[in-house]
Structures are given as C-alpha cells and as structure tokens.
C-alpha cells in the first residue's frame, strides 16, 4: 500500500493526476476499516499467489473482495498479494487477457489462484449495430482489432492502422501532412460511383474517429455484410466502421502511461538533377527543338555549373548555383510524439475510465506542426439494481499551424525550381524562381492556424424491466458540440534577386505576394443532436435463445459559420479589427443549415443450442435529402448460422475448437450524392460589377430531379469460422457479392453539350461487387520462453460497371466502353514505344502506312501510339480519340490488398511487423516526374540518365524537347501508367519488458521499452520513379507521405 | 412487401407521435442557400440580379494568365504549358486536344457534370431570363430595355462561337428533357448564325438606351450593340468568309459603323495612354467595357507587366512583344522601317519611332517605374532575355506597357486582383479603323484615309497619310497601311488574333503563324564596347489550313448525333466536324 501511495505522490508532483483521484486513494484504510465494521465473518489475513496454468505469475492481477469493491489489491512481480477480509469473503480474481474466477476464502490464510487464458472462442464479443454478440453465435460478417495492437506505432491518426489488420478494408493514405493525413476507407472495395466512404459510429453515434487517440480505443469493427449493416439502414452499404472507447473494468484502479518520440522522414524523394545536368539537357532539347546552332548554356555556363556542382573552391555559387528543391526544403528527422496516462477501474456498481491523450507532429518544414489533446471520460453507475446510468465524455482540442501558403503550392515550388535557380544564396537569403521564393513560400508567407474543439456527450439510461425477464429498455441521448476556427494571415514574401552587374555582388530585397497583410477569419459551430430508444430482449428457454431489438433513432446537426477579411494592414497586428478601415478593404460571408434524418431498426435473432441461429434485422429509415414521399425506405436483411462444431458429430474430433457456416442476404441503402437533389434551384452571390461596384447576382444551379432517392444494395455472403488445435491456427473467409442499383449518375451523357445546364443525379445505374476476404491466424507457444504467430489477411474485390450513361462513342467502341469494366479503369493511348529513323521519309514527314498523330509535328524519339479504330471500328491510319483503351487498373481502388503480420517474444522480448501491400491497381505518373522542364520546371535524374536519344533508343522517356511535340507526349497514355503494386513494411515493433527485479527496484508493476517504425520499407517493382504507391497527386506534388522510427515507453504503475 | 411498408409505416407514425413530430413533417427542412423560381422571378429587382450574373460572364481578359495575342504574332509567352505553347505554335490543335479561349471564350458546353460553364450555359441563361421576363408582369419600360440587353448578351456570346467554329446550333428555347425530346439541335451553317446574330442586334438596338448613368454603367448600349454588329459584319466581309471578295459586304459592315460614328456621343482621348487607368475609366472613347472594382479587380500589371523591377520579380511576364511586332511600329515621319526613306537604322533600331512605339513596348533601355528595363546580355541584369525559357523573363527582348497602369506594383496585383483599370471591349479608335477598312474594300479610298487619319495622328503620334506619302498611296499600300496600324492601335487588346483570322494571313509560306516567333538579342560578342542588335528566333511555330475554324470539340459530336450526321453543304462539314480534322 505504501508503494501505490508513494508512486501516486509521485505522480501528483507530476501534476499529472487529477486531485480527485488522489483524494479517494488516500482514503482507502478509512474504507477498509468500514467494511471491516460491517463484516459477518471475522477478519483475517489472506496471503495468496495468482499464476497462470503454466504456474508462471501473473503481475498486477487485480483481486477484489465480491460486494466491496474498495477492498482490493493487485498481485506483486511475484504475483503475490496480501489482503485482510473477512474469513468468508469471496474474491474476485482477474487480469487482462484471463478469465476472471471468483475465489472463496473459506477461512484460508493461503491462496494459489489459476486463472485461464480466456478463451477466445467461447466468450469472445464482437460488436454489432447497436450492441454487442457473441462471437460463437453471430451470423454476421464482421472483422475487429482490438487497437492495444496498434497504440503503440507511431500513428497520430488512426485511420492509418487499419490497413492490412482487418480483412476487408482497403485503406489507402493520399498525403503524409499533420493533420490532414487520414486515410481514404473502403469496405470490401468499391461498388457505387457516388459516396464509397464507409459509415462511421464511434459509441454507437455518427462521429469522426480519425482525432482519437489510439490508445482510448478498446476495439474497432467492420461491419462488411448485410446482416451486419441492415440496422444503419441507407447509410449502412458501403460498410460501417465500429469504433468502441476503452470502459471501467472492476477492480482497483490501474494507471498507466504510454508514450513515444518518432522522428519523421519522407517514405521517397524524388532525385532531382543538378544544374550541370539541367543546364546539358536543357542545351539537348534546344536542340531537338531545331537549333542545332544554338545552345540556351554556354560551355562557359556548363564550366560554371560544373563547378558548383563539385563542389570546386573557385566556383560560383551565387550567379552559377546548384539547386534541390526537394533535399533543400524538406528538414529531415522532424519531430513526432505522443502520451496517453489513463486510469480505470470499479467495482460491481460502479466503472470508471479517464484518459488523457497529448500528440505532436512536426511538419516537413518547421512552419507545419499539428497537436492535439484528447479527453475522455467513460462513467457508469447502477443506480438501482435495474437501473443503470453511463455517461460518456470524450473530446479533443486541435491546432494546425500551416504557413501561409499550401503544402501543394510549396511542394509544387520545389518541384518546379530548376537547379539553376538560386533557393539560396551563400549569404543565406533565400532567391526566387517565376516570382515565387521556395523558402519564403515555406517560412514567411505568414500562417494559417486552424484550432478545432470537438466534444461528444453521451448519456444513456438502461432500464431493466423485472416484470420481464430479459427486457429492458435504454435511453440514449448524444450531444456533440464542434467548433472551428480559422485564421490566415499572409504576409507579404520577402524574396532577393542576385544583382551580379556589381562587385561585390548585390542581393535586391523584393516582395512576393501582397504588398501588405492580409488577414482572414472564419468560424464555424455544429451542434449533432442524436436521441436513440432502443428495446432489447434476450432469454433462454433451455436450449433455445431469443434475442431481440427495437431502435428509434433521430439525429438533427446544424450548422453555422460566418467569416471575415480585411485586406491592406497597414500596421502589423493580425487582429481583424486593426486592417485598412477602407470598406473595400473589408468583406465577410456566413451561411447555416441543418440536416435531418429518422430511422426505425430492428433485429430479430433465434439460437438453438449454439448450433442453429436465424437472424432477421432491418431497418426503416427516413432522410432530408429527398422529395416529400420519397425520403422512406425499408432494408431488410436475414441470416443463418451452424455451428458444425457443436454437432454431435464433431464432438470427436479433438484437433477441430470450431467449425462454424455462415449465411447472408439482405438490402441496405446509401446516401450516395448531395442534398436537395430533387429542388430545381437558384444559386446567389456577388456576381461581378455594374457601375464600379460589385453587385448580388442570382444563376440556376442546376435541373432538379424530383425522383431522386437513394442507392440500394443487396448483399449476399457466405462465410466459413474454423479454429483448429486449441486455437493455434483459426481462419475466417468470406465470398460476398454485391449489387448496386438505383446508382446515382450524372445524366450528362444523354444531353447534348449544347443543353446548358447540370442536371440532378439520377438513380439510374447499376453495378455489382465481388470477391473474398479472409483472415487467418497462427499462435503457437513453443515453451516458456518463445511465442510465435502471424496474422494474415487478403482481400480481392473486384466491381463491374453494369448500367451507366456514356456516349455511343465509347459505348461502341469495345476497347473503350465502360460499361461492363470495373470502375476506375485507365483508359487512353496505347503507346507502341518510340518514333524511329525508318517511321520517316527524307522530308521529315511519317511513312504511308504510319498512323499520323495530330499533336504537332512528330521526330524520331516521339512518342508513338498505337492505331486501334476509326469511327467505323476499324483502324484509319489517324490517332484520335477512337484509339483509345483500356490502360490500367483503377488508382484508388486496388483490387487485392493483404497484410501479414508476424508476431514474435522471446521471454521479455516482444516483436511484431506488419507487411502490407496492394496489388492489381495503376497509377498514372504525370508532369515533373517523368516529364523534364514540365511548366518550366526541373527534371529528375531517371530523366537525365535515361531519356532517348540516338544512341539510346531503348529509353525509358522520350527524347527532350522544350517545344514542339510536348502535346503529343502529354496525351494519357499507357507509356506513363506504372503496375502500382507494392509491398510496404507498414510497421515494426520491438519491445522489451524489465525483468521482475528491476521493476521491484524502481516500484512499478510493468515496464517496457519499444522501438517502433511506420512505414520502413517499400517495394515496387514497376515504379522507378521515387514516388510513394500511395500517392495522391501522381505528379509528385503533394505532402509526402512519412516514414518514421520512434521510441517509447508503456508504464503501468 | 407493401404490406410491411404498411405496417412498418404505421409503427412509425406511432412511435412519432410519442417521440417526434410526423416522420415527413419533420424532415421538411427548407434550404438558405438557394432560391426558388418564384422568389428569382418574382421581382424586377430579383431578375434583374439573374441578369447581373450574366453580365459577371462577360469574358473580359483583366484576369487571364492566357489572353489572345498571346495566340496572334503580336506576342510570345514565356510559359511552356501555356495553350498557345502546347496547341497553337505547335499546330497541336485536334477535336481531343481543343482549346476552349481565355475565359473559355469559345468554350462551348459543359463536357462533364463538373467542369466550367461554356457558351451555351450563357445562352441558356440569357434563353431564361428572356423567357421568365416575357411571360411575367412586369412593367413595359422593364420589359422593353431588359430584354434587349439579354438579346445583345445571347447574341455577344453567339459571335465567339461564330468566329471561332463558323455555323452553331442556334437554339433560343431553354431546353428541358423532361417536356420535350427535342433537344438535339443540328449545327446551322455559318451564313446562317451570322444572320441571327446581326438581325438579333439589329432588332434591338433601338430599344437600348445611349449612355447609361454612372450606376448602369457595364450595361449594354446603343452603341455597344452597333459595334458588335458592325464587328460581325466586317469578320464575315473578310476573307476568310467572304472568299468570292463581295463587295456589298464590305458596304454592309461600313454603314453599321457609320452609324455608330453618327451617334456622335464617342471622341478619341488625347493619346492611348489615357485610356487604362482608373481615372480614365468611362470616358467618351470607351464603347463598351467590363467594369472593374476594388473587391473583383484585375490582375493585368501582374500577369503582363515587365517581370523585374527594381531587382525584385513583380510580373509573370505573359505578354512578351514580338520582334515582328515592334518592327510593324513606324518611324515617326510615319513610314514603315522597311521603307528605304524611314531613316530606320538597325543599329539603333529604338530611335525616331512613332510616339506609339514607346507608349505600348518596353525595351532595352526604357524606363518603368523609375527604373531603367535592361535585357541586354552579359550586364548581369536579371531581365536580360530568357534564351533557354528557365524563368519567367522575356524571351523576346521586350516587354508590354501599354494596357498597364505604371502606377500598379504588380506583384500586389497579382495577388490581389487590385487592378482598376476598365476591360475595354469596344472603343471608338477601333470603330473608326473598322470603318477605314470596310469603305477601302468597298472602294472609297479617299474616306478611308480620313477615318484613317484621326487614328493615325492623334496626340501628334505621326503626320497624315497625305504628309506622309505625298506622291499619294496606292490601294493596297493603303491596305498594308491600315492593316499595321489596326495592329499598333489595338495591341494587346485581344483584337489581332481574330484580325489574322479573319483576313486569312496565318497560313502559307508568308503566313504570319506560319514562321518563327522573333527577339532581340543584344550583344557584344566581340567585345569591342558596341551593342550589337541581333535578331533572335525564340521559337518555331506552325499554322494549318484548317486552324482557321476551330475543331468542334470531340465531345460536342459524341454526344450529338445530329450533329455527327451533318455532311458537306456550304461549310463543307465532315461529319459535324469542320473541314481538315
């Protein structure tokens, strides 16, 4: 007892602990001494040891007297405890990961307590619409991952640890920048054109999960069949992600502490070329462009850049300089971090869970850094023994601090900076290129800052009704205020010309971007209201189960912002107030709107015996979005479930836990486009000036649809359970098939370009999705002091456009059409490979027979495409539009993704890896990265190295040109679209645990040291270009995506 | 399955009246961002805002990173992406690789669901606005000024889709799928879509008032009707369109601007600098123009203004002069520098130029700014001329003035879109050298030299056509002479590429589109102190026969099939697509 006093004096000197906690520990003798009072029994003292069934000690195993929670104790290094109660107490026995067991004193002075491994089959809970079931007996296609997996690695956001742990998912990260680094969810693929984004419920509540800290997470679930999303009703298709926060478990409180430091660096950099290599290629294509007695560089120049390029003592460094935008920018090695100390623990009426979470990330540049707070506070109370009250409070607070100007805009500087321009000079002033300085758009473009407050609050009152043996009624109400702020002072740039007519030279101070500030706020407040009532019933009747459940669920969210501008600032205080009082100067905006839906869920379930379950649920469901008589729908969905296993049959076969046959159908809706769809209506706004003046104009937004209504989907899934040899192999595999009709598209194709107006979606298309999913599992304890596993999962998905409006262009062109091919498919030119010598005649003109190009005037080292049809289907020696085919996979939306995660201990040493990779997917490179001096940009080394000319004919891009022919290089083309797959080392952790002693030293129950990485390694083998496979923007634009090495800490006290 | 919608419908209803509101009730949520047709339509206040959107479509090139001499031989652009670059000079453009204008100016619809608006939104919208005000109650004086404005708002977008693709579908219903089938209209033939656009203006040109009070102004007038008309018909008198050379066009065209010139109301200001200021704006040479405002400026300075000043990059540089355009400027004794008697020296080709010259170019040695522009090479000067295209500075050797305000930094207006300076469509210098034209061609010579005259010599610029050839001029010199002077007169104001256009001068082997853009190279090779002024080809360029109709955009013809089944006829027509693609 000393030693808990001692370590929560120690924390409160920390100040980390709330003082309340504090209060309530230090008077827990008091307690124990009231309990004493009230004792039958007489007291005695109980020395007792918790092992495990290999007789190894359990640490921190908490051991509770039943019906006096605050009489307790947690076992020692030894797994040793002591504890006075009263000779007839029975003892509450658990620990994480074990099975609790009830243990009565019976007067023994002496305890040896055995717990069990849970058994995972058996009692093992997934989460579902609305509640929870057991695993054994549910029929319904679900994945999980408890996150305890994926806390510790180094992600802020953790729609990043998805990928490659569940099978299902495909998650793909478009950009690496804090605070808008999430990844894009898909479940089970693609199988709509409109919104394909999963719905997300975190605590049984349309919310963002991204913001929450992974350590608060208990568990994360996909809801992937009809069964499973048939209660979310028209927003259930594409899926739904489950997100449970971490709850009070009995038992003394348990404090502990986790924590990281990373440092980030991006996952590939492009290598650009230096300016002895630009300044060659740029003389090769002035060239080729027609000059061949002209060169832009001249062999002075070319000495010049030499020179600094080597580094040489005599060079020039100012007027002959040697850029990289890329390595020059990017700091490496910038900073990430985060820390969570969460408290839990209760007793039989009453659970408590507080946590505190606190996250950092720097940026690439040191004007980048995002951080956030996170709270959350899970109570729950029996305020009678039918009555039970809860209470959840979680939250978070974040700031973005970006600079003035977009990571896109400055990435794309980096790109675009020739090597020749100066980024910076010897004196260390930053210069400019195309009027924009890379530095100063990075460091002194003044800054963006967005602080955002979200707050959730979920009361819930559960009533059991005893008159009804397995009723009971609940009452959930949620509140979720958010808030965001913005602001955006630009200043303006200072940038510095060389002046190098002077000796010494001079540096010219100008100024990019305004000439004076400018400042913008906006504000933004939503305030989701959702009430849910729910009915659940579920009893026993020998060997049969009934299990039922009612929903009423309505959810209002309105939506306020207003912004102001003030332009001109003539002193430099970045308050709104302190800008130009010219009214010209001046200019604000604001809007609001509210969003409402109504739904009615329902599930009906029956077991016999374990064996044999039926299940029916659905949901009628009411929303906003649509006309009067069209905002209903219903979404039914029924499923079966055996459980081979259990048959008597199977009884003998000793090796088979489970064997279990799962089956599913049913219909479920999405939302898939906007809003007031169906209204034909008017847009307004400022619209230009008449008089001098700026006036309100008024458009026609578009033709409305008075039909639109949702996406429909029917979902069928079989699934196989089997788990073999005490648990150490189990797989779990599913085929689903999809399909989706009513689909919203875009009606354009049937009206001609001369129509004049957008027209509403209409539900007219259809498409269908299938493929497997699967996850197996491997756990084997080879003796006491090594544990092997792995954890694999595999998803294929593939859709097929069924029904959609094209042209009769494409739609009767066979390699063009789009109808019958997955969505997303490349398409564009077939290219054949180079121009040669022997394509030409003297006169410079192609060959009879050679298919013209209408882009320019085209040379040998040209691009040259393949001609696969004219207008008649049939190949008329012109490329054009008719030649057009399929190219590629989709980008978004790989076909198969999988991850393999090994898992490893060796006595205190512990290692995981998660390998995660794509297949069957396209990504189509564009602009700087393959094309050299692309908007008078740079060039890569791939390009200077391999690029055509006559002696290399073989070349992985064409021959250079600044002019010209750059059109007919530019044409979407298969000459530029890469195989994307990839296989990435997503993490990897090793962790050690101090031996017992050690720990007894310094006073803690656990301590254990990590490293761990994200994103270490990747591989793909098509992609020569150092580009991540992930990328969001294929042209290199954009924020990289980061690889990072960190080092951490989990502490339980 | 109705059944249980039925029931489930009833439970609903049920449970609602516990907890909520009736189901359908509650959901009735009337948006705050939009309006509808009845309040738009309800008022002369409300439509007249419609129509303030439509004139907010203007397509003034005040904002333009791409403006249309960019296309002519006026100027070069420094930017490789820029369509000029990619599409123009390279003879690149093909039905999938079209180009839509600066302000998609002939952009004709949408493609997708997603990209920007094209000609026949705006005509849609003009097509509304005059289908909801005609059939609505409001008052005649209303009636009668509103709809003509939206008449000479359609038919101002018709003649870009006219001069750019020759005949277009004319369609002035609003189209509705869901009434009517009937919404694929075939393309009318070129003289065909000339005819509407002139009788639209014809018919309206009386219902528009004269001038307009200084809170109108920016909206359509009298004159600025007769203009476009007189316009329309001189394109269709030139060459391109007028191939059997029919005289009585020319006649057409020149009592249309005749009229215009009789309303009496225009003057020429003292010299074309007067013209691209704020103070200056409205004032009696301006036709028509794009007003401009502090909050919805313009970003001229920015965009085409010298791209150094003062050490510091203030521009991006867009409109570089040609070499072949600054050669076109006379000497001051008003002869070309091709002629033997100019006095032009080569090695001083700055010197003794007419006062345009140094109005509208910027070169080596003048001053902006206070500052002196240098682009000669080897003086470390960071506007010396761009020869590998690896910045923004010019690589011709010049830069433009004219149209820019000298009193605008332009790297704040290229960011703030500060500049106020009106977008002039139409001013009276223009009609009076339209006007020249159309009556040489219709054979009276001696008042196209008058007409000619008052361009040619105001603010002392040069002596008249009569000083300056004494010996008196000939047809076609006098052809020649105000072909150069439609050139320097309107530089930099988007007219050029439609001149070149319309008098069929681009192609061939004396094509003006057809040979190398020029600069000037200002060197000292030999190091002996003395500036030599070579001439520099700064890039190759390329011009088709059949780049003188733009392609009709592959999509148009995908997804018309009436259009797609249109064959020869006057136009010569390949399947809907214009002749040679």
């Not at chain 1, 306020?560 to 001109?568: D, E, F, G, Q």
């Not at chain 2, 309006?35 to 309800?42: I, K, L």
């Not at chain 2, 006219?162 to 609003?174: K, L, N, S």
């Not at chain 2, 997804?559 to 089944?565: C, F, G, H, P, Y």
Request: aromatic content about 12%; overall charge negative; proline content about 5%.
């Amino acid at each position: 007892m000393n030693r808990i006093i001692s370590r929560f004096a120690l924390l409160s000197l920390m100040g980390l602990l709330p003082c309340q906690v504090r209060a309530n520990h230090s008077a827990l003798p008091d307690e124990v001494q009231v309990q004493n009072s009230f004792s039958i029994g007489k007291n005695i003292t109980v020395k007792g040891t918790v092992v495990d069934k290999n007789n190894e000690p359990i640490i921190g195993a908490n051991i509770i007297v039943r019906g006096n929670a605050g009489n307790g104790a947690i076992t020692d290094l030894n797994g040793n405890f002591t504890l006075t109660v009263p000779s007839d107490a029975v003892l509450t026995v658990s620990f994480i990961g074990y099975g609790s067991k009830e243990v009565p004193v019976a007067g023994k002075k002496t305890l040896h307590v055995v717990l069990e491994e849970d058994s995972e089959l058996l009692d093992e809970v997934v989460v579902v619409a609305y509640g929870t079931q057991k695993k054994i007996s549910s029929t319904a296609a679900v994945s999980s991952m408890k996150t305890k997996d994926v806390a510790q690695k180094p992600v802020i956001n953790i729609s990043n640890s998805l990928a490659g742990r569940m099978a299902g998912v495909i998650a793909k990260q478009g950009s690496g920048e804090p605070g808008a680094d999430g990844a894009d969810l898909r479940i089970r693929g693609v199988a709509t054109l409109g919104n394909q984004s999963p719905l997300v419920i975190v605590d049984g509540v349309p919310r963002d999960f991204s913001r929450i800290d992974p350590n608060m997470i208990e568990d994360i679930t996909i809801l992937k069949d009809a069964a499973a999303v048939a209660p979310y009703g028209m927003a259930g298709a594409n899926g739904v992600v489950l997100v449970t926060t971490k709850k009070g478990k009995n038992g003394a409180p348990v404090l502990s502490y986790n924590g990281y430091v990373g440092f980030q660096n991006p996952t590939r950099i492009t290598d650009q070329v230096n300016s002895y290599e630009y300044a060659l290629m740029k003389n090769e294509a002035a060239m080729n462009a027609g000059y061949p007695n002209y060169y832009a560089y001249s062999q002075h120049d070319l000495e010049m850049y030499r020179k600094t390029c080597e580094g040489a003592a005599d060079a020039d460094r100012d007027l002959y300089p040697n850029s990289n935008g890329l390595r020059d920018l990017i700091q490496g090695n910038s900073v990430i971090t985060n820390h969570n100390l969460q408290l839990s623990g209760g007793s039989e009426k009453f659970q408590y869970y507080v946590s505190l979470g606190y996250s950092y990330q720097e940026g690439m540049w040191s004007t980048t850094d995002y951080q956030r707070f996170n709270l959350l506070t899970n109570l729950s109370v029996d305020a009678t023994k039918y009555t039970k009250v809860s209470l959840g409070l979680s939250g978070w607070h974040e700031k973005k601090n970006y600079p003035g100007a977009e990571s896109g805009d400055i990435m794309y500087q980096a790109y675009r900076t020739p090597p020749v321009s100066a980024i910076q000079y010897s004196n260390s002033l930053w210069g400019q290129y195309v009027g924009k300085s890379l530095f100063g758009l990075a460091y002194h473009s003044g800054y963006r800052e967005e602080p955002a407050d979200q707050l959730n609050t979920t009361l819930s009152i559960e009533q059991k009704l005893p008159f009804i043996e397995g009723l009971s009624l609940k009452g959930v109400i949620n509140y979720d205020p958010y808030r965001k702020k913005n602001k955006k002072y630009f200043t303006p740039i200072p940038v510095y010309t060389l002046d190098a007519s002077q000796d010494p030279y001079q540096y010219m101070e100008g100024f990019q971007g305004p000439e004076k500030p400018n400042l913008e706020q906006s504000f933004e407040e939503s305030v989701s209201m959702t009430y849910q009532g729910i009915i659940n019933y579920a009893r026993t009747f020998g060997k049969h189960t009934v299990t039922g459940l009612g929903v009423v669920e309505a959810r209002e969210r309105n939506v306020w912002n207003m912004s102001a501008k003030r332009l001109n600032y003539g002193i430099n205080v970045d308050e709104i107030n302190a800008g130009s009082s010219n009214p010209a100067d001046m200019g604000n905006g604001g809007t609001s709107w509210k969003e409402r839906q109504v739904g009615y869920a329902f599930r009906l379930g029956y077991n016999y015996d374990n064996r044999y379950m039926a299940e029916v649920s659905g949901r009628y469901d009411g929303h906003y979005y649509f006309a009067p008589g069209k905002r209903f729908g219903f979404f039914p969905a029924v499923s079966l479930g055996w459980n081979l296993g259990e048959e008597a049959f199977m009884k003998n076969v000793e090796w088979m836990d489970k064997l279990k046959l799962r089956l599913s159908y049913g219909e479920s809706g999405n939302l898939a486009g906007g809003s007031y769809q169906y209204m034909s209506d008017y847009g307004f706004g400022t619209a230009g000036n008449i008089g001098g003046v700026p006036v309100m104009g008024m458009w026609e937004n578009l033709q409305g649809n008075p039909n639109i209504t949702w996406e429909k989907a029917k979902k069928f899934d079989v699934g196989v359970e089997f788990s073999i040899l005490n648990g150490m192999f189990s797989l779990e595999a599913d085929y689903f098939y999809e399909k989706r009709s009513n689909m919203l598209m875009a009606p354009n194709a049937l009206v001609p370009a001369e129509y004049g107006i957008t027209l509403s979606q209409v539900n007219a298309g259809s498409m269908h999705n299938q493929g497997i999913d699967l996850s197996l599992n491997f756990n084997k304890k080879i003796n006491k002091d090594w544990l092997v596993g792995v954890k694999g999962t595999f998803t294929f998905a593939r859709n097929i456009l069924d029904e959609v409006f094209e042209t009769d262009a494409t739609y009767n062109n066979p390699n063009r059409r789009r109808t019958g091919r997955p969505d997303g498919t490349m398409f564009g030119y077939h290219a054949l490979g180079y121009f040669t010598y022997d394509d030409f005649n003297p006169d410079g003109s192609l060959k009879a027979g050679i298919a013209t190009q209408p882009w320019g005037q085209v040379y040998p080292g040209d691009l040259r495409y393949e001609d696969l049809s004219g207008p008649d289907g049939v190949p008329d020696g012109k490329i054009d539009e008719h030649d057009q085919t399929v190219i590629g996979f989709s980008n978004w939306a790989p076909e198969i993704v999988f991850g393999l995660a090994p898992t490893l201990q060796w006595k205190n040493f512990d290692l995981n890896a998660l390998f995660q990779g794509a297949t069957r997917t396209s990504i189509s490179l564009g602009e700087t990265l393959v094309m050299p001096f692309f908007d008078s940009g740079s060039a890569t080394k791939l390009q200077f190295k391999d690029h055509w000319t006559p002696e290399n004919q073989d070349a992985r891009y064409p021959r250079l040109t600044s002019e010209v022919t750059v059109n007919n290089h530019r044409q979407g083309s298969s000459w530029w679209v890469r195989d994307a797959t990839y296989i990435r080392l997503k993490s990897l952790e090793i962790g050690y645990t101090l031996p017992r002693k050690a720990l007894d030293f310094i006073g803690l129950s656990s301590l254990r040291v990590y490293a761990s990485g994200q994103n270490l390694w990747t591989w793909t083998p098509f992609i020569k270009e150092l580009v991540d496979p992930e990328a969001k923007s294929a042209n290199g634009k954009y924020y990289m995506q980061q690889a990072v090495y960190a080092f951490g800490l989990n502490i339980t006290f | 399955m109705m059944k249980i919608h039925a029931i489930i419908k009833t439970a609903c209803l049920a449970t609602s009246l516990v907890l909520f509101p009736a189901c359908e009730d509650w959901l009735e949520i009337e948006p705050k961002d939009r309006f509808s047709d009845t309040t738009v339509w309800g008022s002369e206040d409300n439509a007249d805002m419609f129509l303030n959107d439509i004139y907010n479509q203007f397509p003034h090139l005040n904002n333009e990173t791409q403006n249309l001499d960019q296309y002519s031989d006026n100027s070069y652009v420094g930017a490789e992406w820029m369509n000029a670059r990619t599409t123009i000079y390279t003879a690149a453009l093909s039905p999938t690789s079209w180009i839509p204008g600066p302000w998609d100016m002939w952009k004709w619809g949408r493609e997708g669901n997603s990209d920007a608006k094209g000609q026949y939104e705006r005509i849609r919208s003009c097509n509304l606005f005059i289908n909801k005000v005609t059939e609505s109650g409001f008052s005649d004086s209303y009636k009668k000024e509103r709809l003509a404005e939206a008449r000479f708002l359609r038919a101002w977008f018709y003649h870009y889709l006219w001069m750019a693709y020759g005949g277009v579908p004319i369609i002035t219903e609003v189209l509705d799928n869901n009434v009517d089938d009937d919404i694929f209209y075939p393309r009318e033939t070129a003289q065909k879509t000339f005819e509407f656009i002139t009788r639209e203006l014809g018919e309206i040109k009386d219902d528009l008032p004269l001038r307009r009070s200084s809170s109108e102004l920016g909206r359509a007038t009298k004159g600025a009707a007769l203009t476009l008309k007189g316009w329309v018909e001189l394109f269709h008198a030139s060459e391109l369109r007028n191939p059997d050379k029919d005289k009585s066009r020319w006649a057409m065209a020149a009592a249309t601007l005749k009229e215009v010139i009789d309303l009496g109301i225009y003057r020429l200001q003292p010299t074309i600098l007067d013209l691209w200021t704020e103070a200056t704006n409205n004032n009696d040479e301006v036709i028509y123009d794009f007003q401009m405002s502090k909050q919805n400026g313009g970003r001229r300075e920015g965009l085409f203004g010298p791209v150094f000043v003062k050490g510091v990059q203030a521009s991006w540089g867009n409109m570089q002069p040609t070499q072949e355009l600054v050669d076109d400027y006379c000497m001051a004794n008003g002869l070309p520098i091709t002629d033997p008697a100019s006095g032009y020296n080569p090695d001083r080709p700055y010197e003794n130029r007419e006062k345009r010259f140094y109005q509208s170019i910027l070169y080596d040695g003048s001053i902006w700014q206070g500052e002196e522009i240098i682009t000669r090479v080897g003086v470390g000067s960071p506007n010396e001329i761009d020869t590998s295209s690896s910045s923004d500075v010019t690589n011709t050797g010049y830069y433009t003035r004219k149209t820019l305000d000298e009193s605008v930094n332009g790297a704040d207006n290229l960011q703030m879109s500060n500049g106020m300076a009106n977008y002039i469509f139409f001013r009276y210098a223009d009609v009076l050298l339209m006007y020249a034209e159309a009556v040489l061609e219709a054979g009276d010579k001696n008042t196209a030299i008058d007409y000619l005259n008052m361009v040619r010599t105001r603010g002392d610029n040069m002596p008249s056509i009569e000083d300056t050839y004494p010996a008196g001029i000939t047809e076609n010199q006098l052809r020649d002479v105000i072909r150069r002077d439609r050139r320097i007169e309107l530089a930099f104001e988007d007219k050029r590429f439609w001149d070149i256009i319309r008098w069929k001068i681009c192609d061939g082997p004396d094509g003006v589109m057809n040979r190398p853009v020029g600069g000037m190279k200002i060197e000292d090779t030999d190091g002996d102190g003395v500036w030599e002024y070579n001439y520099h080809e700064v890039c190759q360029r390329t011009f088709l026969p059949r780049m003188y109709y733009q392609p009709i955009p592959q999509y148009v013809l995908d997804k018309n099939a009436v259009i797609r089944s249109q064959n020869g006829g006057e136009d010569g027509w390949v399947n809907g697509q214009n002749p040679g693609y």
